[in-house]
């Protein structure tokens, strides 16, 4: 940082941007406290970053945003790279991402193993219970927090009601309603965002300014080469699986249909949910029918980003064709196979495509179009609750033909009582109270178990 930048943040009350290391403790913690998929990863990005630490800018923040929607993967993770990236480079973004995956990582593969193990036992299945009435209050506190910052237009709220519409009505693709939000965006006749007006907007009071930010103005070839370097780093292992002799082949199969997911995974988890599950049911004979949902459950209870469930997927591939290796190493390793697959893409993305964002950033056009997606975002996560909702509150949901139309609907009787009612406690701690994300799964968590040893849930 130079002496204008260290006056401008002397003035403004604020300290020098932190080192590298000194913003491992933050990462973590962002990783920890990112349940609930992407509307509680980006509130809880948003809080500590922005309000909190004030590292960056809410323009700034929802404009990367806007951006990391258009890329195939996990949004909120590619947002903590870009973020990470903007604060110390390649560098920055490697830990800030890497970080925001280890948690969940972890987590995942340790209910794994618990999955295949001990899966049925009560208590392991009323922890499971209890956590998911959790998420699902954890998710609709973080959209009404996200709906209130995207959606204070008029229009933003009507792309929103459109997007939650075509998806949970029409079940159109996901890409096609990004893709209509931005051409709609785009068609305004006024920019949305201020900031692409003026680069160094509402940046006053922010450790990362617009004049702290030469990463933006890398040249085409920078990003060439990294891009290059990425692509080695993402395909290299894959390659070497399909030819190294003496590797189950399963190993083989799973880095070369989840590289193909990375490029096609738009959506999130939720968007991919149900080709992975067609693919890894009836072509490949992984997962039996159903298990995909109990792995979304599994990865919904875990910090981090919800298609973490294809590490779940690749898990049970590996443990039921382990070849010659034992079966919880060889579901161990396939679960890490998938994992790198899928998020070292993310990388690609952002460290050659990031420095587009500040190059981008004079256009109104272009910040219509990031807004009008921004706001549809809100919508698809509104669906993504309503599906959780259904799913955690009700035993059977069955899909209605409304002539071309389609409506998820619960079956009649297949009421949860001790879901609906855990799950309303949970909102009122949420909402009412203001209690966090960690002692609310905790106490929904020990409240399942009690339940059903009770014989309910």
Not at 5 to 11: K, S, Y
Not at 44 to 63: A, G, P, Y
Not at 375 to 389: D, H, K, P, S, Y
Request: hydrophobic share 55%; glycine share 12%; aromatic share 10%.
């Amino acid at each position: 940082m130079g002496a204008p930048d260290r006056d401008r943040a002397a003035a403004d009350g604020l300290s020098a941007a932190p080192s590298l290391a000194g913003t491992v403790p933050v990462w973590l913690r962002v990783a920890a406290l990112s349940f609930g998929g992407p509307a509680g990863q980006i509130a809880v990005m948003h809080r500590i970053l922005v309000e909190e630490r004030r590292w960056i800018s809410e323009r700034r923040f929802l404009h990367g945003l806007g951006f990391c929607t258009l890329l195939p993967g996990p949004e909120a993770q590619q947002l903590a790279t870009y973020i990470g990236w903007l604060m110390h480079g390649p560098a920055g973004g490697l830990v800030a991402g890497g970080l925001f995956v280890l948690p969940g990582l972890l987590a995942l593969m340790g209910l794994s193993w618990l999955y295949v193990l001990y899966g049925h036992v009560d208590a392991v299945a009323g922890l499971f219970f209890g956590l998911k009435a959790a998420v699902l209050a954890i998710v609709l506190h973080a959209l009404w927090r996200l709906g209130g910052r995207a959606l204070r237009r008029r229009t933003d709220r009507i792309v929103a009601l459109a997007a939650f519409l075509a998806l949970f009505v029409l079940a159109v693709p996901f890409p096609l309603v990004v893709i209509a939000a931005g051409l709609a965006g785009l068609a305004r006749r006024r920019g949305a965002d201020p900031v692409a007006a003026d680069p160094g907007a509402d940046e006053a009071g922010f450790r990362v300014g617009a004049a702290m930010l030469p990463r933006e103005r890398v040249g085409a070839a920078d990003s060439l080469r990294m891009a290059a370097l990425w692509l080695a780093i993402w395909l290299l292992p894959v390659a070497v699986l399909l030819v190294l002799p003496g590797v189950p082949p399963v190993f083989g199969r799973v880095a070369l249909f989840f590289s193909k997911m990375a490029l096609v995974t738009f959506g999130g988890a939720y968007a991919a949910l149900a080709y992975v599950a067609q693919q890894a049911v009836e072509q490949y004979g992984w997962l039996k029918p159903g298990e995909m949902l109990d792995g979304l459950g599994l990865a919904e209870t875990t910090p981090g980003p919800l298609i973490m469930v294809l590490q779940f997927v690749g898990f049970l591939a590996g443990f039921r064709a382990p070849g010659a290796l034992p079966p919880l190493l060889a579901g161990t390793l396939a679960g890490l196979l998938t994992t790198w697959v899928t998020f070292v893409p993310c990388f690609l993305w952002i460290f050659a495509g990031a420095p587009l964002i500040g190059r981008l950033r004079g256009s109104r056009r272009l910040a219509g179009a990031l807004s009008a997606i921004t706001a549809a975002v809100a919508g698809v996560i509104l669906n993504l609750a309503v599906w959780f909702g259904l799913r955690t509150l009700f035993r059977q949901v069955e899909t209605v033909p409304l002539g071309p139309l389609r409506l998820d609907w619960p079956v009649p009787g297949s009421l949860d009582p001790a879901a609906l009612l855990l799950t309303l406690a949970a909102i009122i701690a949420v909402f009412r109270f203001g209690l966090g994300t960690l002692p609310v799964l905790a106490l929904c968590a020990g409240a399942g178990v009690l339940l059903r040893q009770a014989g309910f849930g």
